[in-house]
Structure formats: structure tokens, C-alpha cells
């Protein structure tokens, strides 16, 4: 029987791919860091049944409309803003992500943000390196507490939760904001629901783990920095599409908000002239939420079990529903 045509496009690592090879006629982009050109995409669509795909690849109505013998697409994240999963299900096309398996190592660098943004790290590392660590002074790049602060989560998801879990330990008050109330954190976490206005209002540290959507699109806005403490940061490890990155920009030098800490960006990737990088209240990451060994590997496992699955005729283990 012949094996179902699947195409992957990035290079992932042979000792994952191996395998999988019994189940699947794999061809793959041979680029590790370079995204697939779009016309390949484009013309593997066509000819392939599945598709494992990356965040930075559009699963858009061009793809779909195109791609007669496509039945799956299996995306190598949790965020699925990159598909047209409306159009998907109407050619009856399934989708998976990659729940769960990322939530502790994006939460462990949401936190890990949060706090070099606080204490500012990465200054005070560029301090040394520019010579400029002459004396000791009392306020010798001072930051802000964490321990004993207000965090607001905007997004109370899994990884939500497991920030949640990560502000408890450092003895901060959990304020979190999302579509549905969450019980079990409540109960759990002792965390507060409360409106988005007063969040931003009360918080410390406004955290963004909301995926984005056409409601989330620019959430965090002119108005929304407007009404954050002169004091507070705004950490997103979400997408950059929930935040307004100009009005970002205006919010810090205007002396509106204390800072940021960012893993994404409306565009990706940035340029080293991006405005927002010329701040020093502002620590910027190329996207890396979920970046670890570990993790990743786990990440393209999950999704090439899921493409299996589905040419075997079994339940997806993560759906898009
Ligand atoms: C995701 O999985 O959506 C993350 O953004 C990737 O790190």
C-alpha cells in the first residue's frame, strides 16, 4: 500500500523524522532556519496529503483552494493564527497544534521575561561588557520588586495558568482576565477575575497570553496603555497582533508605562532598526516561548503522531475543533 505523501516545511532533525518514515513518504524543505519559499509551498500543497507546518507558513484561502489532495495540516505550535481554520474544516481539511507540551517551558520564559524586564538584565549585562562598572552606587541600575506585586494575565489558557502558578511562588497577587471565568484557578490559585479596564488599571505587570483573534487583534492599544500605572510592564508572549507595537512605542517615551518585555511582534522577525529596540526600558526576544531542546522535539513528535493518526484513521490527539 502506498505510503501517504506528507510534506514538512522546515528541515527538522533525522533522528525525530526516522521514525516515521515506515508510516509517511516525507519530503521536506531542506532550510533549518529559512522559512519555505511560497511557491514551494504553494506547489507541495497541491501534490501533498498532509502538511506539517511552522507559525511563519499561511495556511490561507490561496493553499486551500489549490490543494485537492490535502486532509490534514499538522501546525508545530500551539497558536494557529496562520491557518484559515474556518476555511480548513469547510474542504474538510483537519487541523492540529501542539498543546500542552509547550505550556511549562513558554510559562517558565514568560516568567523568566517578566523578571530580567523587572531587574533589568540585560542592561546591567551590557553594563559590564561596556565597561561602565566603575563603582557601586545605591541606585546603580535599580528595577522594580516582583515578590509582593500585582501580575494581571490577560489569556488565563494553560499557559495562563502555569504563570499563574509561577506568581504565586514569588508571592504576587494574581489578577486575570479572559473570555470565560476559570474556577479551578480561582480555587486553586487564588487568582481574581476581573475586567479588562481594571486589570490594566491595577496591575503590575500586565502579562498577554491571549491568542490572537479578530477580538484580541490590537487589544493592547493607546487606550489600553493609557490606562496601565505609570509604573507597570507590559510582557506579551502571545502574538504581536494583540498589541498596537506604535502606540507601544509612544506609551514608553511618553513616560505612560515603565517598560515592556517582548517575545513577538506585529511583523516577524524585526530588524535590528526596529524603534522599539532603541529603548532600554524594552527587552525584545525573537520569538523563543517554547525554544528548548526538549520541548521543540517534543513539539514536532507530537505533530508528526498526529499526521499518523489521522492516515491511520485514528482521533487526532490535539485537534483544532
Ligand atoms: C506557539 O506554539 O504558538 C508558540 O508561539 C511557538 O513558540
Redesign the pocket.
Known amino acids: 500500500m502506498s505510503k501517504p505523501k506528507v510534506y514538512i516545511t522546515r528541515n527538522l532533525p533525522d533522528e525525530i523524522i526516522e521514525p516515521y518514515k515506515g508510516d509517511l513518504d516525507i519530503e521536506m524543505w531542506p532550510e533549518k532556519e529559512v522559512p519555505v519559499d511560497r511557491h514551494i509551498l504553494l506547489e507541495h500543497a497541491r501534490t501533498s496529503e498532509g502538511l506539517l507546518t511552522m ?1 511563519t507558513d499561511s495556511v490561507d484561502k490561496e493553499l486551500l483552494q489549490q490543494s485537492e489532495n490535502l486532509s490534514i495540516v499538522a501546525n ?5 493564527d496562520n491557518v484559515d481554520v474556518v476555511r480548513a474544516r469547510k474542504k474538510n481539511v483537519a487541523v492540529s ?3 500542552d507540551v ?1 505550556t511549562e517551558t ?1 510559562a517558565d520564559l514568560t516568567f523568566c521575561l517578566l523578571m530580567a524586564t523587572a531587574r533589568r538584565l540585560v542592561e546591567a549585562n551590557q553594563y559590564i561588557k561596556d565597561n561602565q562598572w566603575k563603582n557601586w552606587s545605591p541606585l546603580m541600575l535599580a528595577g522594580s520588586d516582583i515578590h509582593g506585586k500585582t501580575i494581571g494575565i490577560v489569556g488565563m489558557g494553560r499557559i495562563g495558568e502555569a504563570v499563574a502558578k509561577r506568581a504565586k511562588g514569588f508571592g504576587m497577587k494574581v489578577l486575570y482576565h479572559n473570555r470565560s471565568r476559570k474556577k479551578e484557578v480561582e480555587e486553586n490559585l487564588g487568582a481574581i477575575y476581573t475586567a479588562f479596564d481594571s486589570l490594566l488599571e491595577q496591575a503590575d505587570y500586565v502579562v498577554c497570553l491571549t ?1 490572537l483573534t479578530d477580538e484580541t487583534r490590537h487589544m493592547f492599544d493607546a487606550s489600553a496603555f493609557k490606562k496601565m500605572k505609570t509604573e507597570a510592564f507590559f510582557i506579551n ?3 504581536g497582533g494583540t498589541m498596537d507595537e506604535q502606540a507601544l512605542y509612544r506609551a514608553i517615551t511618553d513616560n505612560e508605562i515603565a517598560g515592556a518585555g517582548l ?2 511582534f506585529e511583523e516577524e522577525p524585526i530588524l535590528s532598526n526596529h524603534p522599539l529596540l532603541a529603548l532600554p526600558e524594552v527587552i525584545c526576544l525573537p ?5 528548548t531542546k526538549e520541548t ?1 522535539y517534543k ?1 514536532m513528535t507530537l505533530s508528526l503522531d498526529n499526521l499518523v493518526r489521522h492516515f491511520q484513521g485514528k482521533p487526532l490527539l490535539t485537534p483544532v475543533t
Open positions: 507559525l508545530m505550535a500551539v497558536g494557529y497544534n501542539t498543546p509547550l513558554t491568542p508572549v502571545s502574538r517575545d513577538v520569538h523563543i516561548g517554547s525554544a521543540r513539539m
